[in-house]
């Protein structure tokens, strides 16, 4: 009766439009005046001592390191240099499109930061090149949920710390992961581009073009490097890659490029800590809704009707992978990272699957969340940006949604795709 409180009492507060870290906090405060057995300070601990985490710090510095990068003309610059690699090609704008968000994918840590930063430039432009918007909005769209795939990556950041996996491994490990969903998105756009003449640019890839635009890009392409190699070599913990990260942007936006200017500080700092804010207040509800969930032992019932259903590890594999499909419909990555961690891993490993390679394949799934109705985060960016209606974006993003199942299926059954880089510092 008291799991019936709490997820009958979270169920109600989604379905009030309540949000998600919101209603995660009040269905805990509701099973904890329910059940009379914990006091109500409960609550407030959790809250503490969810984020009083080192680990946890690197979100909100990667956070503004995607603020300041997003503002100091790097979006720009990161298009170029994809439209001279792919621009020439059928559908050469597309394509450089979602190559544009995958660089920025290993800024910014984010699938909405992604869309937001590239979409209000690509968008336009796209349909300026006789794109149609449907299909321009969900190219943006679909390539934006590669943010939280390749590194860094604020999902990948909480999983190490709920999971108790290697920050650092994750973040190799979504490397090749995140460049499989990048293929998929680009050849399923190029069909398309083939299918309704969408043309490249017409000039011919020259060797040229290609230094010329990398070396525009070059100051944005080096954050990457400096993040992963700094982290793998063991020169810095990844807290403290986030806070490199966002002294080297500064340096960048301010010196480098330019763009960015003192006065546009206090706006970045404003708006990365409200995104904070809300990113913390889900982890800390997330984490007090998963300790009652721990107490009621539902971990352990799922991993016995799971185990029940059969004991053939695909299809065990396969009702998990479901189950995380079906969940990042209606719950944000972060709060479903953090529930349903404890329950899933054990079973995972008893299985024979690594931490790692589980932990990417919760988050491709859940990535896959940002464009499936009705959460879809994605999905209400791009169409705050091109005004059509979700309906009508989700029937254009479901091709996408198709090619991002079949890498998903790869991840899922060739584990090395995700475990090659990640091992190969032992």
Known sequence: MTAGVLF??????????????????????????????????????????????????????????????????ISERLFDFANALVGNKTGGFAMATI????????????????????????????????????????????????????????????????????????????????ILVGVALMIWAYIYSKKHNYGGTGEKMTLKNVFTSFWEAKWALIIPIIILGGIYGGFFTPTEAAVIAVVYSLIAGLFLYGE??????????????????????????????????????????VASFMLSVSDSNIVIILMITILLLIVGCFMDTLAAIIILTPILLPIATNLGYDPIHFGILM???????????????????????????????????????IAMLISLGLIVFIPQLSLWLANLGG
């Open 363 to 401: 988050v491709v799934n859940l990535a896959i969340g940002f464009i499936t109705p009705p959460l879809g985060v994605n999905l209400f960016v791009g169409s705050g940006i091109s005004g059509l209606s979700i309906e009508e974006l989700s029937k254009a993003i479901l091709p996408f949604f």
């Open 260 to 301: 960015l200017k003192i006065k546009h500080i206090p706006k970045l700092l404003i708006d990365s800590s409200l995104t904070t804010a809300t990113i913390l207040i889900i982890v800390g509800t997330a984490t007090a809704f998963g300790r009652l969930l721990t107490i009621e032992r539902i971990p352990e019932q």
């Open 99 to 178: 190559v544009t968000c995958m660089f920025f994918a290993a800024i910014s840590g984010s699938g909405p930061a992604t869309v937001a930063a590239i979409g209000g430039i690509m968008i336009p432009a796209m349909v300026r090149k006789g794109y149609d918007k449907q299909f321009a909005t969900a190219v943006v769209a679909a390539a934006g949920s590669i943010g939280v795939i390749i590194p860094p990556s604020i999902p990948m950041v909480i999983y190490g710390v709920v999971g108790g996996a290697s920050v650092g491994k994750m973040f190799m490990a979504g490397i090749i992961p995140g």
């Open 8 to 73: 009958g009492s979270f169920t109600l507060f989604l379905l009030l439009s309540v949000p998600i870290g919101i209603a995660l906090g009040l269905s805990s405060l509701a099973t904890i005046l329910y059940t009379g057995a914990l006091p109500l300070d409960f609550l407030m601990k959790e809250l503490v001592t969810a984020v009083d985490s080192f680990p946890i710090m690197a979100v909100p510095f990667f956070i503004l390191a995607g603020e300041i990068m997003g503002k100091g003309g």
